[in-house]
């Protein structure tokens, strides 16, 4: 039997808090600020506050739709488009993040994929080594490392271990 749209939001709900307690658990022992990439209505990003405490959260989306007991501080929220936002963030931050959650996925296809083209490299530019990026929709960015369970699951969600090093040790060896 096909799923309801209330099945499909279920699915995706549970999908999103397991893949955001896993990426906390990882990045227990790896310092830095964490990007909640499309705040939305604010969901993930409470979230992330309540498993993450102590942690830096810097929120991003085009504009405002989360309810006020769910909206980051002014200081650390980032309101524009992400091409915009993502690269004024990484001049004052530089490549100090331990985690990104990237949760901007639509109804097409085809847009989702062109914005993943262009938002991988942006969030790249802002990871540590070591850090942890997951998302609601595919990236392919030299030296992310996908997660056991990537894209697989009733509510497909995906995961990347930052290991540019490891990249660049296997171009040496060629
Ligand atoms: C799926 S919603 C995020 C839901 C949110 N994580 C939650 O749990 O409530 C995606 C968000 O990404 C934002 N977004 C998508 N593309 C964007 C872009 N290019 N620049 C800025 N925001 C964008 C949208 O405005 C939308 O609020």
Do not use: N
Request: aromatic letters at 8%; hydrophobic letters at 45%; a negative charge.
């Amino acid at each position: 039997m096909a799923q309801s749209r209330l099945e499909r939001m279920i699915a995706r709900l549970v999908a999103q808090r397991a893949w955001l307690d896993r990426a906390a658990a990882l990045i227990e022992g790896t310092p830095g600020i964490v990007l909640e990439i499309g705040l939305g209505k604010g969901r993930t990003w409470d979230h992330l506050r309540t498993i993450l405490p102590g942690r830096d959260i810097y929120a991003f989306d085009r504009a405002l739709h989360a309810p006020a007991a769910c909206t980051p501080s002014v200081d650390h929220l980032f309101l524009g488009d992400f091409r915009d936002t993502l690269p004024l963030t990484r001049e004052r931050f530089g490549p100090t993040a331990a985690l990104a959650h990237a949760d901007f996925g639509s109804e097409e296809a085809a847009h989702d994929a062109e914005q993943a083209r262009w938002l991988g490299p942006l969030l790249d530019g802002l990871m540590r080594e070591g850090g942890i990026v997951i998302a609601d929709r595919p990236f392919e960015v030299p030296g992310w490392h996908p997660l056991a369970g990537s894209g697989a699951g009733e509510w497909p969600y995906w995961g990347w271990s930052i290991r540019r090093s490891e990249r660049r040790a296997h171009l040496l060896r060629e």
